[in-house]
């Protein structure tokens, strides 16, 4: 079965700073996707990036990219320039690729100071 | 669309009472996954659809908890009878089968469930 680990329950980041959360997980799988999610207080899952395994190029959306390092099996999100409005639990997850199923990690708690 | 909507939003029951979740994906999707979020256990998939099929209810945890989706825009996640141990947030999500393969869950927002 796959799993997906988050080894940080929280995380703190000053404003405008860059802060990585990292995920790893565990496939036997050729092909899958990763996901992060962000979820605020207001519980709402957000998708804020997703990867192709197929796909050696780190995705990027605006301030938030990734490290997929397929081989390592690891897929950090990397948020620059940091705002009070990145403040939320960050989710990693994976599914395979002719699946439909999201496993999640356990989720990392990130703060922004201002 | 007004995305997957979610209702009620919080449910305060007793223990031993019959509780009903219910679920509109967005327009169009043809795949429905019921989640449970806990803070001890995560996020859990509870049971998915395919075309309203119920495909695998695996994570279902008990003979308490059925999922029905009697058509296209409209799903339910009964539990009877409801004990404290099920409090949680119930989440719903939708998805479309594309030929990417990199079909993306949509949430809904979530219902919270408290059972004194």
């Known amino acids: 079965a796959q799993t997906v680990t988050q080894s940080q329950p929280e995380m703190s980041v000053q404003e405008a700073e860059t802060v990585t959360l990292s995920c790893t997980y565990d496939t036997s799988e050729s092909d899958y996707y990763l996901f992060w999610y962000k979820q605020p207080p207001s519980r709402q899952m957000i998708l804020v990036i997703r990867?192709?395994?197929?796909?050696?190029q780190n995705a990027t959306e605006n301030r938030f990219s990734v490290n997929f390092q397929k081989a390592a099996k690891s897929f950090s999100l990397k948020i620059s320039d940091s705002q009070l409005g990145d403040a939320a639990m960050y989710f990693c997850?994976?599914?395979?690729?002719?699946?439909?199923?999201?496993?999640f990690g356990a989720g990392t708690i990130l703060r922004v100071k201002s | 669309d007004a995305g997957v909507i979610q209702s009620p939003r919080h449910e305060v029951t007793e223990m031993g009472q019959e509780v009903t979740l219910r679920c509109k994906p967005i327009?169009?999707?043809?795949?429905l996954f019921w989640y449970r979020q806990t803070m001890m256990r995560g996020l859990e998939l509870l049971i998915y659809?395919?075309?309203?099929?119920?495909?695998?209810d695996s994570g279902m945890p008990e003979d308490r908890f059925s999922a029905k989706m009697p058509n296209a825009s409209f799903s339910t996640l009964k539990i009877q009878p409801s004990e404290p141990r099920d409090s949680a947030v119930y989440f719903c999500?939708?998805?479309?089968?594309?030929?990417?393969?990199?079909?993306?869950?949509?949430f809904g927002a979530g219902s919270r469930l408290t059972v004194l």
């Open positions: 997850a994976y599914r395979r690729g002719y699946g439909n199923k999201l496993v």
């Open positions: 659809f395919n075309n309203n099929v119920p495909i695998d």
């Open positions: 990867q192709e395994a197929y796909k050696q």
């Open positions: 327009s169009g999707h043809d795949y």
């Open positions: 999500a939708s998805s479309l089968a594309g030929a990417s393969g990199a079909n993306v869950l949509t």
